[in-house]
């Protein structure tokens, strides 16, 4: 007779989806630390890192939201591991994972072991959400998300003690984002469905506590500081709410299922067709059981409150399709999903076709996941941190009054040379060294290039005050289309152009990328490029027609 397995084995046997759980979120956090091992600070992370050195900064805005928990997180990472993102990816992703898994125990009383996997699955994966799962700044929402998981759940418990831990939950999860409103709305509503409204308007306020307080503590501190931030809600942005709600809804859908674009994202109000029949689809689901579940109602005011919001204070940038808001938005929908669905349980046919659905979307957002990291948050980190190279290079001679932007597409919000510098000798520079500029893509190693010439300044100096080397001078054809490039050899040049010719130069990138002034028609000029903290030597070259003369040249005396 064999034995019964046991131990590890034994555990998988008696809880298979369980240990599923655990194996999916083991492989989830392994897949996104290495993610995070090859992505550093962009976008917003640069508020935190450069604008705020200081706790009295913690209770600033950024944007609408409050940040005081995830301020606070990257001052003390910064302190002791100085200009690294990945101490914060750690924390980020431990968050996700909790979320994640406090999401599967809120789904398992209403729909059982194996569908609430299915769902956590998705959601372990969401390649829809990667500006959540690979942005280490990302941290207020999965500590938003988390706290007010945990602080639903506890309310689960209708006891005192349990009520305590769900103000407190609450709190925390204000600390970290403006994503408490959604779970505080969801938790007002649960305490509502507990009975408590049975018991009269008395019963409501005894318990109206868990609320309260956290609404006491927001509305305190945006009357010292939330007040400050910008705001973007307008009439306009009232009247299409609704309308973005329900795009939301449907696009939030396509996730879920991995039916949702890789490429060419759609930001059209057209979404709202399938979030009709998604909509449709729970009422007549409800209808048939004759009776709406108090589970369903707290998911479904979570996600309304989530969406409305998200549309009352959208602005450019800020689409229904947004990677950032998927992870919110599928999660209150598979929430809603359930409490829809409470206590029902699918036929042995129809959990093979969700856990088909499952594997498929678990497929395409592992696909987005890789490609939309490579594609777009590695770029726009390339973008960031080639301008903070140029500077860390330039430092001796850029001017005070130089910025760099730090936008999507390197422009944007501009950050001042003393800043900078001000964070770089706090923390250390997260600028990249020669070695790590030669591993760059060429658009980085062009920008670094055009930068320079601009922070340094590379530029024209008059021709009276340089003296050309005997010797060392050359001729050189402008093109229009391909110039020649010939390699500086001194950091002052005396150039004589026939024609008025625009000069390019270049170093780190291919090409000749820099414009840097212009020689004029027959008149000499001098020309210098600065000396930096690298060695490796300029190119230039003459965008135009005809020939031109550089010579290598000295200080005149």
């Given at each position: 007779?064999?034995?019964?397995?046991?131990g590890?084995?034994?555990?998988?046997?008696?809880?298979?989806?369980?240990?599923?759980?655990?194996?999916?979120?083991?492989?989830?956090?392994?897949?996104?630390?290495?993610?995070?091992?090859?992505?550093?600070?962009?976008?917003?992370?640069?508020?935190?890192?450069?604008?705020?050195?200081?706790?009295?900064?913690?209770?600033?805005?950024?944007?609408?939201?409050?940040?005081?928990?995830?301020?606070?997180?990257?001052?003390l990472?910064l302190?002791?591991?100085?200009?690294?993102?990945?101490?914060?990816?750690?924390?980020?992703?431990?968050?996700?994972?909790?979320?994640?898994?406090?999401?599967?125990?809120?789904?398992?009383?209403?729909?059982?072991?194996?569908?609430?996997?299915?769902?956590?699955?998705?959601?372990?994966?969401?390649?829809?959400?990667?500006?959540?799962?690979?942005?280490?700044?990302?941290?207020?929402?999965?500590?938003?998300?988390?706290?007010?998981?945990?602080?639903?759940?506890?309310?689960?418990?209708?006891?005192?003690?349990?009520?305590?831990?769900?103000?407190?939950?609450?709190?925390?999860?204000l600390?970290?984002?403006?994503?408490?409103?959604?779970?505080?709305?969801?938790?007002?509503?649960?305490?509502?469905?507990?009975g408590?409204?049975r018991?009269?308007?008395?019963?409501?306020?005894?318990?109206?506590?868990?609320v309260?307080?956290?609404?006491?503590?927001?509305?305190?501190?945006?009357?010292?500081?939330?007040?400050?931030?910008?705001?973007?809600?307008?009439?306009?942005?009232?009247l299409?709410?609704?309308?973005?709600?329900?795009?939301a809804l449907?696009?939030?859908?396509?996730?879920?299922t991995?039916?949702?674009?890789l490429?060419?994202?759609?930001?059209?109000?057209?979404?709202a067709?399938?979030?009709?029949?998604v909509?449709?689809?729970?009422?007549?689901?409800?209808?048939?059981?004759?009776?709406?579940?108090?589970?369903?109602?707290?998911?479904?005011?979570?996600?309304?409150?989530?969406?409305?919001?998200?549309?009352?204070?959208?602005?450019?940038?800020?689409?229904?399709?947004?990677?950032?808001?998927?992870?919110?938005?599928?999660?209150?929908?598979?929430?809603?999903?359930a409490?829809?669905?409470?206590g029902?349980?699918?036929?042995?046919?129809?959990?093979?076709?969700?856990?088909?659905?499952?594997?498929?979307?678990?497929?395409?957002n592992?696909?987005?996941l890789?490609?939309?990291?490579?594609?777009?948050?590695?770029?726009?980190?390339?973008?960031?941190?080639?301008?903070?190279?140029?500077?860390?290079?330039?430092?001796?001679t850029?001017?005070?009054?130089?910025?760099?932007?730090?936008?999507?597409?390197?422009?944007?919000?501009?950050?001042?040379?003393?800043?900078?510098?001000?964070a770089?000798?706090?923390?250390?520079?997260p600028?990249?060294?020669?070695?790590?500029?030669?591993?760059?893509?060429?658009?980085?190693?062009?920008?670094?290039?055009?930068?320079?010439?601009?922070?340094l300044?590379?530029?024209?100096v008059?021709?009276?005050?340089?003296?050309?080397?005997?010797?060392?001078?050359?001729?050189?054809?402008?093109?229009?289309?391909?110039?020649?490039?010939?390699?500086?050899?001194?950091?002052?040049?005396?150039?004589?152009?026939?024609?008025?010719?625009?000069i390019?130069?270049?170093?780190?990138?291919?090409?000749?990328?820099?414009?840097a002034?212009?020689?004029?028609?027959?008149?000499?000029i001098?020309?210098?490029f600065?000396?930096?903290q690298?060695?490796?030597?300029?190119?230039?070259?003459?965008?135009?027609?005809?020939?031109?003369?550089?010579c290598?040249?000295?200080?005149?005396?």
């Open positions: 007779m064999g034995s019964e397995p046991t590890a084995f034994a555990a998988v046997r008696k809880r298979p989806w369980l240990s599923l759980l655990g194996l999916l979120t083991l492989l989830s956090t392994v897949l996104l630390l290495v993610l995070g091992s090859k992505i550093g600070f962009f976008l917003d992370d640069w508020d935190l890192v450069i604008f705020r050195s200081t706790p009295s900064d913690w209770l600033l805005p950024h944007n609408e939201h409050i940040i005081v928990i995830p301020a606070a997180l990257y001052q990472s302190s002791v591991f100085g200009m690294t993102a990945m101490p914060l990816h750690v924390i980020a992703v431990a968050l996700f994972e909790l979320s994640i898994v406090l999401l599967f125990f809120w789904l398992r009383p209403l729909v059982g072991d194996p569908i609430s996997v299915l769902a956590c699955a998705v959601m372990l994966f969401l390649g829809a959400a990667t500006a959540d799962l690979v942005w280490a700044f990302q941290i207020g929402y999965f500590g938003s998300t988390a706290a007010g998981l945990g602080a639903l759940l506890n309310l689960r418990c209708r006891t005192r003690r349990g009520d305590a831990w769900a103000c407190l939950l609450l709190v925390v999860s600390l970290f984002s403006s994503m408490v409103i959604p779970f505080a709305a969801a938790a007002a509503v649960q305490i509502y469905f507990r408590e409204a018991r009269g308007p008395d019963g409501l306020l005894r318990r109206a506590w868990v309260l307080v956290p609404a006491a503590l927001f509305l305190i501190w945006w009357a010292g500081w939330g007040r400050l931030a910008d705001n973007h809600a307008t009439l306009e942005n009232a299409k709410a609704p309308l973005f709600a329900v795009s449907g696009y939030a859908g396509a996730v879920l991995g039916l949702f674009p490429r060419e994202v759609n930001s059209s109000y057209l979404w067709l399938p979030g009709l029949l909509a449709v689809g729970i009422a007549l689901l409800l209808r048939r059981r004759g009776r709406i579940p108090p589970e369903f109602v707290i998911g479904a005011v979570a996600a309304l409150a989530f969406w409305l919001l998200a549309g009352l204070n959208y602005s450019p940038g800020r689409y229904f399709v947004a990677g950032r808001y998927q992870y919110p938005g599928a999660l209150f929908l598979l929430m809603t999903l409490g829809a669905a409470a029902l349980r699918p036929s042995r046919r129809l959990f093979k076709w969700l856990v088909a659905l499952t594997a498929a979307s678990l497929v395409v592992l696909a987005a890789i490609h939309i990291f490579d594609s777009t948050y590695k770029v726009y980190e390339g973008r960031n941190l080639s301008g903070m190279t140029a500077l860390d290079i330039s430092r001796r850029v001017s005070p009054d130089f910025s760099i932007g730090i936008g999507t597409d390197g422009g944007g919000q501009q950050v001042p040379v003393p800043l900078y510098f001000a770089v000798d706090r923390y250390g520079s600028g990249w060294d020669e070695d790590e500029i030669a591993g760059t893509s060429r658009e980085d190693r062009e920008r670094i290039d055009q930068i320079l010439a601009r922070a300044p590379v530029g024209p008059p021709a009276k005050t340089v003296v050309p080397d005997p010797g060392s001078c050359q001729t050189v054809a402008a093109s229009p289309e391909n110039p020649e490039a010939i390699e500086v050899e001194s950091p002052l040049l005396l150039i004589r152009s026939a024609r008025t010719t625009p390019f130069v270049g170093r780190f990138g291919d090409g000749l990328d820099a414009p002034w212009a020689a004029p028609g027959g008149v000499p001098g020309f210098e600065p000396a930096d690298s060695r490796k030597p300029w190119r230039i070259g003459f965008k135009g027609q005809g020939e031109v003369k550089v290598s040249a000295r200080p005149a005396k």
